[in-house]
């Protein structure tokens, strides 16, 4: 560890940290509760992300009333809080208690692929739950291969590097070079993939919940590169704290072909598909439709008239 975090102006970065890693030794459904909780008041105080939260429900789910997507957003709300609270237990827990807590769905499907040395990437879009499935599936599955982001607060991007790495995950900078990532994959190393995030105009526009969409197209090329079969995987809460599924869903096919916009927009029904069977633990607070195609105007308020409205 570099011993600049421990210098004083870091010491409330650390004393939260403690308090995450104190609160992953709770009970399992004390943390739900206590995140639903947390989750239900966020939901009102948190003006602007509520905001995006509807109106990408107005956009996804046109049949549904005003109503119903309201109530919508204060389950979203209420399972952002779960991921929120049981973010220490994915920093503290050992194999054993992961074991108890997350449920591996048709896990026969990842299984097979590893044990005859198939090159893979597995494919998990933004769902709350996607943190504890993470290392779920490095503790109890295959260790994984991590594209990251550097995170601002350097005591919390040390501890979220530190965790994710505990069980013998390989971290990647998105910075990084590329050959490095694809020899990770040939020497068998599952690449955990989160494919679902507004990339600005680097993206190539497809259709998601119906609206053109900037998307990353890197998944074919990725799969080309490395000779790799891509399996989605869904991460879902249960209800009342029973815990976590993760589900190995069948591989994208045919993937990938020789049309890149046409594998990009297979991935994105492929999420489309699981957002429907768990509308309110996808990741609605994200800006996901903030890049527009050329003459295509803004589909949400700049952030200068959204905080004028609080």
């Given at each position: 560890m570099d011993r600049r975090l421990l210098s004083p102006r870091h010491w409330p970065s650390w004393l939260l940290v403690?308090?995450?890693?104190?609160?992953?030794?709770?009970?399992f459904p004390l943390l739900w509760a206590l995140g639903m909780g947390i989750g239900y008041v966020g939901y009102f105080l948190a003006g602007a992300r509520r905001r995006v939260a509807l109106r990408n429900l107005a956009l996804c789910f046109p049949d549904l009333t005003d109503r119903a997507r309201r109530g919508l957003a204060v389950w979203h709300f209420g399972y952002l809080g779960v991921a929120v609270c049981t973010q220490g237990l994915v920093w503290v827990s050992s194999r054993r208690r992961l074991e108890r807590i997350v449920k591996l769905r048709h896990r026969e499907r990842v299984d097979e692929p590893l044990r005859n040395r198939r090159n893979l990437i597995v494919m998990v879009p933004h769902f709350v739950g996607l943190e504890l499935g993470g290392a779920a599936f490095t503790a109890l599955v295959h260790p994984g291969l991590y594209m990251y982001q550097k995170i601002r607060n350097p005591v919390i991007?040390?501890?979220?590097?530190?965790?994710?790495?505990?069980?013998g995950a390989v971290s990647i900078e998105r910075s990084d070079d590329l050959r490095r990532m694809v020899r990770e994959i040939h020497k068998g190393t599952p690449?955990?993939?989160l494919p679902d995030q507004d990339p600005g105009r680097r993206g190539i526009f497809v259709p998601f919940c119906g609206t053109p969409t900037a998307t990353v197209p890197m998944l074919s090329r990725f799969a080309r590169l490395s000779k790799a079969q891509v399996i989605p995987v869904h991460t879902r809460y249960l209800p009342w704290g029973r815990g976590l599924e993760l589900?190995?869903?069948?591989?994208?096919?045919?993937?990938?072909?020789?049309?890149?916009?046409?594998?990009?927009?297979?991935?994105?029904r492929t999420i489309e598909a699981r957002i429907r069977t768990?509308?309110?633990q996808y990741f609605w607070v994200h800006r996901r439709f903030k890049t527009r195609p050329p003459g295509e105007p803004p589909i949400y308020p700049s952030r200068r008239r959204a905080g004028r409205k609080i």
């Open positions: 403690g308090g995450f890693c104190l609160s992953g030794f709770l009970p991007d040390h501890q979220m590097h530190r965790s994710r790495s505990r069980f690449l955990f993939y589900i190995f869903d069948p591989p994208l096919d045919p993937f990938p072909t020789a049309d890149q916009a046409a594998d990009t927009a297979l991935m994105n768990t509308p309110e």
